[in-house]
């Protein structure tokens, strides 16, 4: 899932190679991006509406003045939405329209909304290529900081041959990775990550549990998708999106939490367990409400909930094993002493007394620690940037 959540804006123009954005299209898409096309009139010629829109699951922007709401300005909304904005195929016109600010249709409207720089995808007959005022335009655009790719040689309209054939999709693909600052570093690798927390039952409606909302696993779901990796989330009881290209074995109590991990883990390269498994539960629970009474005081006997990783620590297979160390005294020794206790190759500490850090919130401060190295503690950061910091850690012990 290398573009994993990533949004790229693709600018289509009047060129026969059109036809080929549709498979870059499909393969973005399967790859987990967004993609949002605007297709110029000269585009319409070559490629249809129709085809895009199921391609993009998205509609197909083609006037500036038709916004999809009252609400919408059209060329602003679509040029702040993107990650990424590409224009393939791109003609000499919109070379050089780009490059002096002309913006007399939806896409050059775009293109000089867009405060990031854009990835252009020449298209056109070796003499278009080669004349100087398209030349100088490309160095116009490259001077404002745009790609413009190099067209192959090959092939071209009318059994001609020479240079200005577009590029093939994995190339542009190739480009979008380079400009996103995407890594395919777990491509291959499985990861199993546990997210959520657990419920213990006392009676039909009461339960022991925490706060956790789930955020973390997700992020760190979220995060090995982009980076190639196949996951498996073991997911108690959330409060948040888990990601639908991960495979979910969902599970509620930590009884069952620990037996699916158990079943799932020699199938994987790492085990991340970020969800929060209840440390007690009730010995006898009952089947029905417990009802309030006036005459005291309730006391519930609790019994301690398996340990999973230290469960698996002592029979350690070649599975890198990740904990998270909920902590409010004595932090740094504490935690250390979970890694040592469960056999685990890295722990992730983090105290939610912190402001912004903890249970059921967006962002994060943690401390990474291994054996034998100085902990690291990172500042305050959205989960899915904590979640980055992880798994750039979790390559080193693969």
């Known amino acids: 899932m290398l573009f994993y959540k990533k949004k790229i804006l693709v600018g289509i123009t009047g060129g026969i190679a059109a036809y080929k954005v549709c498979f870059l299209v499909r393969s973005i898409k399967k790859q987990g991006g967004e993609v949002k096309t605007i297709l110029t009139k000269a585009g319409e010629r070559f490629v249809t509406k129709t085809t895009l829109e199921t391609l993009s699951e998205e509609p197909v922007a083609t006037d500036t003045f038709e916004p999809p709401s009252n609400e919408a300005i059209l060329h602003i909304d679509l040029a702040r939405w993107s990650d990424c904005f590409v224009i393939a195929p791109a003609t000499a016109n919109i070379i050089a329209k780009s490059a002096n600010g002309i913006a007399d249709d939806l896409l050059s409207t775009v293109i000089l909304a867009h405060s990031g720089s854009i990835v252009f995808v020449p298209a056109m007959h070796t003499e278009m290529w080669e004349n100087p005022a398209t030349q100088r335009n490309i160095k116009l655009l490259r001077k404002m900081g745009h790609e413009v790719m190099p067209p ?11 240079i200005g054939r577009m590029a093939e999709s994995e190339e542009i693909e190739s480009s979008i990775v380079n400009r996103l600052g995407l890594k395919e570093d777990l491509k291959g690798k499985r990861i199993l990550i546990s997210a959520g927390r657990t419920e213990e039952a006392i009676d039909p409606v009461r339960y022991i549990s925490n706060r956790s909302s789930g955020k973390m696993g997700a992020a760190l779901a979220e995060e090995a998708l982009t980076r190639g990796a196949e996951v498996t989330i073991i997911a108690g009881i959330h409060n948040t999106q888990l990601p639908g290209e991960a495979a979910i074995i969902h599970t509620d109590t930590a009884q069952k939490m620990a037996a699916a991990v158990k079943k799932e883990v020699d199938k994987h390269d790492v085990l991340i367990m970020a969800a929060a498994v209840a440390d007690y539960r009730p010995v006898n629970p009952v089947k029905s409400k417990i009802k309030k009474s006036k005459r005291g005081n309730l006391s519930i006997e609790l019994e301690p909930t398996e340990d999973i990783l230290g469960s698996l620590g002592k029979k350690k297979t070649n599975v890198v094993m990740v904990g998270f160390s909920v902590e409010t005294d004595n932090v740094i020794n504490n935690s250390r002493k979970k890694l040592s206790d469960k056999n685990l ?19 994060n401060i943690v401390t990474l620690i291994e054996k034998n190295k100085k902990p690291v503690k990172l500042p305050l950061l959205p989960k899915r940037e904590v979640a980055r910091h992880i798994l750039d850690r979790v390559i080193h012990l693969i």
């Open 152 to 162: 192959g040689i090959g092939a071209l309209a009318r059994d001609k041959e020479g």
């Open 345 to 363: 190759d890295l722990i992730i500490l983090n105290n939610p007394l912190e402001p912004g850090a903890g249970f059921d919130v967006d962002t």
